[in-house]
């Protein structure tokens, strides 16, 4: 029979490390895309577009479109009922 290994409790040490050396490289991982999307903003920034309404195309894109069509249907209504006039034709 193996010695049992030592721990703390019910915690297995070579399995939490596994755990935190993995996240931790994530975290990297997740920095250099962080860099590399804010270059990318920055080039299209120097090219003249705004990186606000790319973010937000980017979002949309990414959304259910039956999600944007209740969203602007509220959003319509919305400015009905407070006299707002507003007109967005995207087809």
Known sequence: M???KANHG???GEILRGIVERLERLHEQHDAIKADM???YNEAKSAGYDPKFIKKVIKLRATDP???DEYNALLKMYCNALGVQMQFDFG
């Open 2 to 4: 193996a010695p049992k």
């Open 10 to 12: 019910s915690i297995d």
């Open 38 to 40: 804010s270059e990318m």
């Open 66 to 68: 039956d999600k944007i």
